[in-house]
C-alpha cells in the first residue's frame, strides 16, 4: 500500500515502482473530479520548511493543504528561521514535528531530504534537494504528460538545458525508466546529465541519447522538457555567463514539430522558451503549473489522512 510504503514521506524519485506512479497518477485525477474544497484533512496542519526560493512548489502545496480543509505553517526562507543562528536540520525537524503533522522541504543541500527524514516521526516531502532530486514536480508532470493526451509508453522525450544541476530533470528521468520510451538528453557539454545518474539509467534499461543540439530530432519528439540553466549552482560564474544562452526555443522551432508535440517546462523560465510560442495549445508549461495542485492534494491525503 502507497501510505505504509510512503510513511516517511516522499524522498526520491527512486522509490517509486510503476505501480506507485500509476496508483498516485489516479488519485490525482481523482482529485480533479472532486469538489474543489474538501474537509479530508480538516485539524491537520502542514508545515513549509522553504530554504531556498519558490513559487509554484510552496504555494501550490500550501493551496492543496487549505482545499483539503487543513492548515500551514512555516517559512519562505531559511534566513527567518533559526538556522540563521546556527541551528542543524536535525534540530529544526525534532522540533517542528511537534507543530505539525507533515513536513515540505526544500533545502540547498542534495541529501537534506533523507537526512530530514531520518529524524521526523512525520512524513517528510522533498520540495526540491539542491541539485539532487525534485519528485513531486516529476510525478506533475507525468500526470500533465498523460492528461494532456499522450502516452508514456512509446513516448519519444527530448529533456533539454541544465542537466547536471537540474534537479526536476534528476526526477523525470528516474520515473520515466518506469516505461518503455526513448528519451533524448540534450545540453552543453559541460551540462551533461551526471555519471551517476546516467549508470542509474543505464541500471533500469531505458533507452536514452545524449546530444548537444535538438533541431535534428524535433521532428520526432512527442515532448520537449525544457530547464533553465541553473545560475546559483555555478561555483564559477564565468562558466555560467558561457552557457546561459545555449538553447532559446522559438516559433522556427516550434513550427518543426509534429501537430500533437508538446513543449514543457517546470518553471521559472528565464529566456529558454520564446515568450511568442506561449498561446501556442502545444505549450503546455503553465498548465504544469496547474496539475500541482491535483497531484500535490492527492500526495497530502495519501500521507496525512486518518
Ligand atoms: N517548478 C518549481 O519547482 O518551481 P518553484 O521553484 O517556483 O517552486
Redesign the pocket.
Known sequence: MFKEKFQEGIISARDFTRDDIEYILAKARKMMTHEKNSELLRGKILATLFF???????LSFESAMHRLGGSVIGFSSGDVSSIKKGESIADTIRTVENYSDGIVM?HPLEGAAKMASRFAKVPIIN??SGSGE?PT?ALLDLLTITEEGLKLDGLNIGIMGDLKYGR?VHSLAVLLSNYELNVYFISPKELMLRNRDKEFLRQSQIKFKEATQYRDILSILDVLYITRIQRERFADIEEYERVKNFYVFTEEDLAQTKDEFKIMH???RINEISPEIDNSHKAIYFK??FYGIPMRKALLAELLAD
Open positions: 531556498e526560493p519558490s513559487t509554484r512548489t510552496r526544500r520540495a526540491g525534485h514536480q526536476t517546470p518553471l521559472p504544469q503549473a
